[in-house]
């Protein structure tokens, strides 16, 4: 066993708290510690202050293309056809559909909370994307 002050480990910590923990636990503590200050050394020397997961806005004004007028409404437009496009489907094959490709379920996954087969779920979809695909043709016509 080895007594470590909490201060030492936990910034928040405003006074003196002294634990004892197992030897284990406290080379995790150390060996953590070793590695944060690896990682600030590196940080320091690499000049690399900014983290693109930081959540500033930094990454997002440099990865912005702005796009022309032409492409906002081609966009509007198409977003528009698609959901024309589901309009035209059954209840049922619409929120298949959206299960599987928006909300990233398995077709397995959808069949067992429907307490239907996978194969049905399959077919519900493959015929649902084929509706959509007419639509779309025939819309573009």
Do not use: W
Not at 35 to 52: D, I, N, P
Not at 73 to 83: A, G, I, P
Request: hydrophobic fraction near 40%; glycine fraction near 2%.
């Amino acid at each position: 066993m080895v007594k470590i002050n909490l201060r030492d480990f936990y910034p928040f910590y405003q006074k003196d708290c002294f634990i004892e923990v197992s030897d284990e636990q406290s080379e995790l503590l150390i060996r953590h510690e070793r590695a944060e200050a690896a990682r600030q050394r590196q940080v320091f020397r690499h000049k690399a202050y900014f983290s693109l997961d930081r959540m500033d806005g930094i990454e997002c004004d440099i990865l912005f293309i702005s796009l022309s007028t032409d492409e906002i409404y081609e966009r509007k437009v198409t977003r528009e056809q698609l959901h024309a496009a589901i309009a035209t489907l059954s209840d049922k094959q619409a929120k298949r559909i959206y299960a599987h490709f928006f909300l990233d379920m398995s077709k397995t996954k959808i069949a067992q909370v429907e307490g239907v087969s996978k194969e049905s779920v399959g077919e519900s979809i493959r015929r649902g994307l084929l509706k959509i695909k007419r639509f779309l043709k025939d819309s573009c016509n």
